[in-house]
């Protein structure tokens, strides 16, 4: 059984929803549309020549990637500049892409979690929280008989979570009246005459990031032509989220050593490190990717240091005037990390789904840089 771009899509976006994306983000299927069949997918950091190329080899329809192929307004669909001659090679050859950048960062087991974890840092805190998670509640109007099916599709979709426990919903038995006009196929009653139906209110929660696709299995599942419900905004917050972590190490270590831990967690060969080799590093503020702009949230923290990428001359300068230091991991080094998880989750739902969906991670090297 194939599958739908939509539902790898649904998947992603249940793990790093839109919302969390930082404006102006190309994020979301860049290229291709929601309705193709689906067979294989490539996972990468990074579009480049050789991964489009890779793409075409391995026959795949859909390329995942953390990096946008494009950011700014495209002038042109030139075949002969770049990126507009890759985005034509993928449009060829049929090649989806689809983009999940800083919503991906920010997402709970997303890049910064992942790079807090090989560290091992503990009593995690947000560098830049953003909003909690929106809540609504959906309340449907089912007949009777249909509570069930309606119920097992909504929160099979996400909906009804509280805390640790799922499937939460609510329903109170009531009377539904309704007039179908005429050109009405209704599932109950005949055009132009009221009918009293024997309904339940279903009332249940879902985060923002599922309320389209927990509306859409619910208007598939229920019987009626014209479903009848009500979205409310509630004032409860869901999850909390956030870009960058802060966390503590179990035990204390110099800035050199923790420099040699951060190359061995990252399998990095080399990292550039401002500050003094033998300052002590207890608490450690880290950003994946191009992140020096939240130095001043990393100073909050009170961490000892600053895990990030591309850090520029003056910033490091800026840093050691603040007496932060710095370890300079590269935009690559501090992502890639990102790309097996992505391949991993992608994996574990196809099989929980049962679905024969082959899953390969790019073996292109897209880190731009030689350390020699
Ligand atoms: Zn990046």
Redesign the pocket.
Known sequence: MSIKCQTIMNWLEAWAPKFLAQEGDRIGLLIGTPASEIKKVLVTLEVTEEVVSEAIQAEVQLIISH?PLFRDPLPHLRFDSYPTSLIARLVQTGIHLYVAHTNLDAAPDGVNDILARRLGLLELEFLFPIRGEKLYKIAVFVPEGYEDPVRRAMCGMGAGWIGKYAECTFQTAGMGTFRPLPGATPFLGEVGELEKACEYRLETIVPEGKLSQVLEAMREAHPYEEVAYDVYPLWNQGRRYGFGRAGKLAEGMSLARFAEEVKRSLELEVVRVVGSPDRMVRKVALCG??AMVFLPQALKTGADVYLTGDVKHHEALDAIARDMALIDAG?HGT?RVVVPALAEYLKEKAENEKIALEIVISRANTDPFLYL
């Open positions: 990096h990717g191009s935009h992502e």
